[in-house]
Structures are given as structure tokens and as C-alpha cells.
């Protein structure tokens, strides 16, 4: 009998150490019913999720979390001179957050936020505004004025959508010595020196990364190992990946993220690397409405399509994998729901799971662990 229970015990170990709650973040826009960032607690185990708490914010589209889990930094994403970025801090215990302060994002239409490894910076991009700001973190959380706010200039061969630059992200590498920003307006990556210490940014040693004309470049995501980059190209709906290596991206390929056949509007819009490095996804907004999976040669870098998944919704702006890889979901803007998919772990694809989150307009999907 005892041996029986020694053995149940290390049976059972595995399934304890996967079956971990978090909570969900979820920034929403505020033009309708929702109010500002909303949180749930998710399970990992079984994919269920419960609503935990709200706060009251301006078109919080885009959020970040500190990497000590005790801050969290949104965008307001307005125009009019009162785009801005917030700062809360993060009650595990509760699931609350508490407004601190904001500051101004030195740009119309904030839509995207990053904080650096270090907690000591973050960076936002200005989409109207073509440009991006660097604010100071106090150690108490708090943001002070941009320090540095560099507008970008030029533009794109579509003249509706890139009469003037739109920065749509920017992203610190994982070594925490460059920031990478993706320019909508003029099909570039600008890559800058970053100094944690003192947040200085100057221009890399290869500045700029020009994408083919017209692609509108809009999110990245790194691989795990930080060997490869990989973006998304909103207005072309095409996925380009690099090899990265200290600032320099190096082609390795281009492949479309859209459906073979698919005539419609484009509007790819997120992308993201599985926590396991083997799958790469890409969301597609216009009418195809879907998630396009691929798998990732680890050696190379490059990308095999396994197929599309429909995001029984409209509209996924933003998407995300749960920190365990065993759940993707979609934020789907336009039919106002978080649909809950199964990964396959070994495969990469995704089951509908039935469940899903009603919300209105949500628009960033963020994690915290619960303990």
C-alpha cells in the first residue's frame, strides 16, 4: 500500500507542476461597453477561465509586464496630443490593479509598449505620431517624462495607408542591448544601440532593415533561443524571418501567412513563437479571420506551413500562447470575444475548445502566474 502511494505520488507530480493558474490580462478599446484592462484567472489544465477584476483606462490596446510581475504599463491610445502611456501595479494576491501614473506618449495613437529586462525603461510606439518615446521607470514603478522621443521620417508607395511614417512596435531583444522598430509607413525595421543604464539609443551599425515596398511591417517576435526573428507584415499578410545576431538581421525568407486561394482585404496583424520554439503563428484579420501555423526548422530558422486555423470570430488584432503551450487564444476585436483553443504540442495545430471569454473590443492578451 505504500509503495502504491509513493507511486501515485510521482504519477501525479507532473500534472501538478503543468496545472498552474494565471491570470489573463486583457486590454480592450473603450469606444463600447468596455471600461479598460480587464482581469481572469485562466487554468492551464483545463483552459477555463473566470473574470477576477476591471480598471478603468483610456484605450488600453497594447500592454507590457515587468518582468518581476509587480507592474504593468499600458498605452491610451488617443490622439489629439492625449496619446499616453499608464503605469498600475499588480496585486497577485487579489488579481487588482491599482492606477499609479501616466505620462505622455510624445506621439498620437500609442499602440504598442514594451519594458526592458531590467524594469528600468520603457519604450512606446506613436502609430499617428511616427514616432517612439523612451520613459524612465522609478524603482517604485512609477513612469517619468520621456527622456528621449525620436520621430521617424519618409514614407510608402501606398498613399493612403503610407503618406507618413506609422511606428507600430517596438521590442527590445532579449539581451536587452537593441530595440527593434517596426515603421508601418516606411517599410522598415530601425534597429537602435540600447544602454539600460543610462537609455541612451544611437542609431545600430546597420540602422535600417528595408522590407519589400508596400509590406507594411507591424510586429516581431524572437525566437526563444534568440537566434531568429520573425515579423509580420501587416498590409502584404506575409511572414519575413531573419537570423539575428547582435543588432544585424540577416534574410533567411519570406512565406505568406494567407490561405491559398484567398482574394479578400488583408489585415494580418500578430505573431508569435511557441514557448517550446518548434511553431511559429500568425494571425489574419480582412475576411479570412484565421491563426496560419508553422513549424520552425530549429537549425535554420525557416518555415513549413501546417495549415490554418478559422478564429471563430472576426477580427484577432492580438493573440497569445499561455505560458505552459498548452492553450492559444485569440482576441478577436470585431466579434468581441477570446475564442480558447487546444494546442497540439507535437503537431502545432489547434482545436476549438467551445469556450470563450466575452468582452468587448479586446484587443492584448497578457500573463501573470497566479503564485
Known amino acids: 500500500m505504500k509503495r502504491m502511494l509513493v507511486n501515485l505520488l510521482f504519477m501525479t507530480l507532473p500534472v501538478l507542476a503543468i496545472s498552474q493558474d494565471f491570470y489573463l490580462l486583457v486590454g480592450t478599446y473603450t469606444s463600447g461597453t468596455s471600461e479598460g484592462i480587464y482581469v481572469y484567472k485562466f487554468n ?130 532579449p539581451h536587452d542591448k537593441y530595440l527593434l522598430v517596426q515603421d508601418l509607413g516606411i517599410d522598415k525595421i530601425m534597429v537602435y544601440a540600447f544602454d539600460n543604464k543610462t537609455g541612451e539609443l544611437k542609431a545600430a551599425k546597420i540602422p535600417s532593415n528595408s522590407t519589400v515596398p508596400g509590406s507594411g511591417p507591424r ?67 480582412g475576411e479570412s479571420n484565421d491563426i496560419a501555423i508553422f513549424a520552425i526548422d530549429k537549425s535554420t530558422g525557416k518555415l513549413t506551413l501546417k495549415g490554418h486555423q478559422s478564429v471563430l470570430g472576426k477580427g484577432p488584432r492580438n493573440f497569445s500562447i499561455d505560458p505552459t503551450g498548452n492553450f492559444l487564444l485569440s482576441a478577436n476585436q470585431t466579434s468581441n470575444d477570446i475564442v480558447i483553443f487546444k494546442r497540439d504540442k507535437e503537431t502545432g495545430l489547434l482545436t476549438a475548445t467551445g469556450k470563450k471569454l466575452e468582452l468587448d473590443k479586446p484587443v492584448c492578451l497578457k500573463w501573470i502566474p497566479v503564485k
Not at 514603478?141 to 528621449?148: D, N, S, T, Y
Not at 510586429?219 to 526563444?224: E, K, M, Q
Not at 547582435?246 to 508569435?272: C, M, N, R, W
Open 44 to 173: 492551464s489544465a483545463t483552459g477555463e477561465g473566470s473574470f477576477v477584476s476591471k480598471v478603468a483606462a483610456s484605450n488600453p490596446s497594447f500592454l507590457a509586464v515587468s518582468k518581476n510581475k509587480k507592474y504593468v504599463y499600458s498605452v491610451y491610445e488617443d490622439g489629439d496630443d492625449k496619446g499616453s502611456v499608464a503605469a498600475f501595479s499588480f496585486d497577485k494576491k487579489n488579481g487588482t490593479l491599482q492606477f499609479l501614473n501616466k505620462q505622455s506618449s510624445g506621439g498620437d495613437h500609442p499602440c504598442y509598449v514594451a519594458i526592458d529586462e531590467s524594469g528600468k525603461w520603457v519604450a512606446v510606439a506613436n502609430y499617428s505620431g511616427g514616432s517612439f518615446s523612451l520613459l524612465p521607470v522609478s524603482p517604485d514603478g512609477f513612469l517619468r517624462a520621456a527622456e528621449r522621443t525620436i520621430n521617424h521620417s519618409g514614407s510608402g508607395p501606398d498613399k493612403q495607408r503610407q503618406a507618413a511614417p506609422h511606428v507600430h512596435s517596438t521590442v527590445f531583444d
Open 219 to 285: 510586429h516581431i517576435d524572437f525566437s526563444p533561443n534568440g537566434n531568429y526573428v520573425y515579423l509580420m507584415e501587416e498590409m502584404s499578410g506575409n511572414v519575413t524571418a531573419y537570423a539575428y545576431n547582435k543588432g544585424k538581421l540577416q534574410f533567411i525568407e519570406t512565406v505568406s501567412a494567407i490561405k491559398e486561394g484567398y482574394k479578400g482585404p488583408i489585415g494580418s496583424a500578430d505573431i508569435h513563437v511557441s514557448p517550446d520554439g518548434k511553431f511559429l503563428y500568425a494571425s489574419n484579420r
